[in-house]
């Protein structure tokens, strides 16, 4: 934490760059990370597999010119061709289109339950941290309790009230579910590192230029204490992203026409004997995602992490 | 799926365990061996009472506790079982004389009042009996109804005006009369339903009272008896009743045994842990052939799969939108592809099963016929946007995806199945009149007559009318039928109304439907019958 309080310290004092290399530009924290992260192999596999999801997500053409609405019968089980690298499942649909398309529903529901979760988590944990006292302990009792929830319990119970088949309203319903149970982790984390921040020296300045609690809370503490929740928020995207899956496949999450690997799995399981692929496709496209999310998470922190250094 | 697992774990060890129980026998000399047991797959009964019982896994419990009346031959005509005979001049008064010689399981002597005092219990409105619109048809039913003057609010319905049915009346031991309210020439036939066995006394506390505890260790009549008690959720067993006078088992005894999963029942049959199982689950139907060679089997049943439109849809309420949907929709390839051939293409509205059945009553509307549906379509202005709602409990999503499917490339529509967890939940949101679209039914006869497929379904407030069709005419010659002097007569009426409803399509019928069973190498004989049932007298245990 040293080099943080320095640097900030540096910054808000508007004097000379910290001491720890007085020879070339000012080494701040993130430069530091990113230098680690150049050299981590397994940051440029994940970097590279979430830049490849997000691209199909937005735009699926590029990746096949087949429509993953297109089934029928007289195809069922039928081996590659016509556009289709994998083939064709149980109703005659392209396999490989339907994976593609699919990757749009889950980054949806995995970047939005994120952001919410976020917003969520920052709120709560900043107010928690920063007033401490009576504050912090009304707040931390409420994350323990939503903490104590088992999120995918909780989410079938939320869900199965949700009676509207429209495709748009089921999305928005599982980003709110998956938000309201997933975001006490990230609270905590916030909550740790503004409480540290607060502590610093240049918090205690700003105070003493007069700055009030809004101020000192938005513009000093929350840029110091953004850094591991950005990390443990790309986690959550991962593992959103499975949850989403998971209830999909359970039949209460996203549910047809939308189209989503939990459903195809779903579906590819039951005609398991006849023909792997349906189900292997799409199980391996939402494990190389939810993998990504979590690695790059993974390696983010590693190299944000001083202790680690 | 977690909970479905769970059920299929804690079954397969349950399973396991009890089937190497019963591998006791197994020499090796002879050809059948009397002493040995069966193991048969029931998923959970949900009454074992037969004026309340109406699952096939309850009647299947209860087909080998009782005897019938009447039971049905190759031609589905009924013949004497328990009765010694059932006659009418004028199909009004109906004369029954039972057998001698048949005694409960507790040795009491079963006697007209044995049936009498079961069909009055079954009829009384306040026992909310299921099976209680068999009795609709006998004198005296509604003098034993009240309504509940302000439904579901603290009022007490009423006591009913009378306790027992005007209708019924013995004559002697052996001997009673029903007098029906209104002519019914195939009143012999539907004395083989479950809703027609005769009760103990043994079962009553008081005079139309069912004593606690009887559902779980029934006392029939029939060629086996209880064994233990049913223990929910796991099994029942029964064994022979030695003093049964009709056909005698061949087998010593059976373990009903339940089910909550069907592919572990599968499994298990696959590994010889069972003997029978009756309903093979249609995602093991590629596979069941090459798995189990000539003892995967399948068989005639009475059932009839289609799709209904709700009358309070305004968009469905043209005829011909109706009927381009029906062309739209390749039964074969759905059949050939989805069921493997186990089930087969419906061009009917009753099953080839029964008499008075024809081919291809419902004409073109039922041929595939993709460019005539479009256009025919296009025309009646047909709505953009389709939905077939259906349980999600019984297999149904994948026949449900592919006609989906065929009716967005034949139609040019956008079309969706939505599942809804169970068939009541189905039923809730048609009867809040909700958009649900097309919704999925199925029909297994109670009794085999082409009644039984035209009445409860279509006529104006039939029980499973759920869609809310009315038509006069329709109504008039089902009644016409029903009164008809003879089976023949009445069998022309039906048709009659049938092709009624193949000029209005109210339903599209998509499917007949097929037993697909499976037995272990132990048994020989497994025949399961039109309603579903394994034939008790029939199978043999291989020694």
Not at chain 1, 69 to 97: N, V
Not at chain 1, 245 to 252: E, K, N, P
Not at chain 2, 74 to 97: C, G, M, R, Y
Request: one cysteine or more; a negative charge; proline letters at 5%.
């Amino acid at each position: 934490m040293s080099e943080l309080e320095t640097v900030a310290a540096a910054e808000l004092s508007g004097g000379k760059a910290g001491s720890a290399d007085p020879a070339a530009r000012p080494r701040s924290l993130a430069g530091d990370a990113w230098r680690d992260l150049r050299r981590n192999p397994i940051f440029w596999i994940s970097l590279v597999l979430v830049l490849a999801v997000t691209a199909m997500a937005a735009f699926p053409g590029l990746f096949t010119s087949n429509d993953p609405h297109d089934c029928t019968l007289a195809r069922q089980h039928a081996g590659p061709g016509g556009g289709a690298p994998f083939g064709y499942d149980f109703q005659g649909c392209d396999i490989y289109a339907r994976a593609v398309f699919g990757a749009r529903a889950s980054l949806l529901v995995g970047a939005f339950s994120a952001l919410l979760t976020g917003i969520i988590a920052i709120t709560v944990g900043m107010l928690a941290g920063y007033f401490g006292r009576w504050v912090d302990a009304a707040l931390s009792r409420v994350i323990d309790v939503v903490l104590g929830i088992p999120l995918l319990l909780a989410a079938i119970v939320m869900l199965k009230r949700i009676s509207s088949d429209s495709p748009n309203i089921r999305i928005i319903a599982v980003i709110f579910v998956l938000a309201i149970l997933g975001w006490t982790t990230a609270a905590r984390v916030i909550r740790s590192s503004v409480i540290s921040a607060k502590q610093q020296d240049y918090v205690a300045a700003a105070r003493m230029l007069g700055a009030g609690n809004g101020r000192t809370m938005w513009r000093h503490i929350l840029p110091n204490s953004l850094a591991p929740v950005i990390v443990v928020l790309t986690i959550a995207l991962g593992s959103f992203i499975a949850a989403e899956a998971t209830l999909s496949f359970l039949g209460i999450g996203l549910k047809a026409p939308t189209i989503s690997w939990g459903i195809d799995i779903d579906a590819g399981r039951t005609h398991m004997r006849e023909s792997a692929v349906a189900l292997v496709v799409p199980s391996t496209f939402l494990a190389l995602t939810v993998l990504a999310f979590i690695m790059l998470g993974d390696a983010i922190r590693d190299a944000f992490d001083p202790k680690l250094r | 799926m977690q909970v479905r697992r769970l059920a299929a774990w804690t079954a397969l060890p349950l399973a396991a365990t009890l089937g190497l129980a019963a591998c006791g026998g197994g020499g090796d000399s002879g050809e059948s061996d009397p002493n040995a047991t069966v193991s048969i797959q029931i998923a959970e009964p949900q009454h074992l009472i037969s004026t309340n019982t109406n699952d096939s896994s309850g009647n299947q419990v209860l087909s080998a506790l009782f005897a019938p009346l009447v039971d049905y031959d190759e031609q589905n005509k009924p013949f004497e079982v328990a009765a010694e005979s059932v006659n009418s001049t004028d199909n009004l008064t109906w004369t029954i004389k039972l057998k001698d010689g048949y005694t409960f399981h507790n040795g009491e002597k079963v006697t007209s009042d044995s049936y009498l005092n079961a069909w009055n219990y079954g009829a009384y409105g306040p026992n909310g009996q299921g099976n209680s619109y068999f009795f609709e048809k006998i004198a005296g039913f509604d003098d034993l109804q009240s309504k509940d003057p302000d439904g579901d609010g603290p009022q007490k319905a009423p006591e009913p005006k009378a306790q027992t049915l005007t209708g019924l009346k013995k004559v002697d031991d052996l001997t009673f009369t029903v007098t029906l309210a209104k002519p019914y020439s195939e009143f012999k036939t539907i004395l083989g339903y479950t809703a027609f066995y005769p009760l103990p006394e043994a079962a009553f506390s008081a005079p139309g009272v069912i004593k606690d505890g009887y559902e779980d260790a029934p006392i029939g009549n029939g060629p086996f008896k209880m064994k233990g008690t049913w223990q929910h959720d796991a099994k029942v067993e029964v064994e022979r009743y030695d003093a049964f006078p009709g056909d005698k088992p061949k087998i010593a005894g059976a373990e009903f045994r339940i089910y909550q999963q069907l592919t572990a029942a599968y499994a298990d049959v696959l590994s010889d842990n069972l003997d029978v199982d009756v309903t093979v689950p249609t995602e093991n139907l590629s596979t069941a052939a090459t798995d189990l060679g000539d003892r995967f089997q399948q068989s005639q049943n009475s059932s009839f799969q289609f799709v209904a439109f709700p009358t309070f849809q305004k968009e469905f309420s043209k005829p011909d939108v109706r009927k381009a949907i029906s062309m739209a929709i390749d039964r074969d390839e759905i059949t050939k592809s989805i069921f493997k051939e186990s089930q087969i293409s419906a061009r009917s509205f009753v099953s080839p099963v029964v008499a008075g059945y024809r081919d291809d009553t419902c004409g073109e509307a039922c041929e595939f016929n993709p460019t005539k549906a479009k256009e025919l379509y296009q025309a009646a202005g047909g709505p953009a946007e389709l939905k077939i709602t259906y349980n999600g409990d019984g297999g149904h999503k994948d026949w449900v995806d592919a006609t989906c499917n065929q009716l967005k490339t034949n139609l040019g529509v956008d079309c969706v199945g939505a599942a809804e967890p169970k068939f009541s939940d189905l039923l809730t949101k048609v009867e809040g009149k909700q958009p649900v679209g097309l919704i999925r039914m199925g029909w297994l006869m109670d009794y085999p007559s082409m009644e039984n497929y035209l009445g409860p379904l279509y006529t104006t407030n039939g029980s499973s009318n759920y869609y809310g069709y009315s038509n006069p005419d329709f109504d008039r010659l089902v009644q016409e039928g029903t009164t008809a002097a003879t089976p023949d007569e009445a069998v022309k009426k039906y048709q009659q109304a049938e092709d009624i409803l193949a000029t209005e399509m109210p339903v599209i019928p998509l499917r007949f439907g097929q037993n697909v069973y499976a037995h272990s190498t132990r048994v020989k004989n497994v025949e399961v019958d039109l309603f579903q049932v394994v034939d008790m007298t029939k199978i043999e245990v291989v020694s």
